[in-house]
Nanobody
Framework: VQLQASGGGSVQDGGSLRLSCAAS????????MAWFRQVPGKEREFVAA????????YYADFIKGRFAISKDTAKNTVHLQMNSLKSEDTAAYYC????????????????????WGQGTLVTVSS
């Protein structure tokens, strides 16, 4: 499976960005797709995950309603709409995918994912 992430950029505090992750190479159905983020010197951090079949969605606690993950099945794409961005959201954002049957707890673990896209940088300035 190949994952192609896009949509990063620079915004001011309170702004919005929409990240996209296009999957190819296998059936979109049955995947768990997720977004993680990472800043230099820190571990990769879970942001959100979505089951392409069934539609279960999981968010990191820090999201607090600001971000929303969604899917476009026709385009084999997962989106992350990020609103009310803060400077602490500045990071490289990575999309990930797996065919494993993850649940709320395991979907938050980077090592449970088999496929990774390249990072897309999000910079939020105050």
């Amino acid at each position: 499976v190949q994952l192609q992430a896009s949509g990063g950029g620079s915004v001011q505090d309170g702004g919005s960005l929409r990240l996209s992750c296009a999957a190819s190479g296998r059936a979109f159905s049955g995947l768990v797709m997720a977004w993680f983020r990472q800043v230099p010197g820190k571990e990769r951090e879970f942001v959100a995950a979505l089951k392409t079949s069934g539609g279960s969605i999981y968010y990191a606690d820090f999201i607090k309603g600001r971000f929303a993950i969604s899917k476009d099945t026709a385009k084999n794409t997962v989106h992350l709409q990020m609103n009310s961005l803060k400077s602490e959201d500045t990071a490289a954002y990575y999309c990930a995918g797996t065919g494993r049957g993850l649940i709320s707890t395991t979907a938050r673990l980077p090592h449970m994912y088999d496929y990774w896209g390249q990072g897309t940088l999000v910079t939020v300035s105050s």
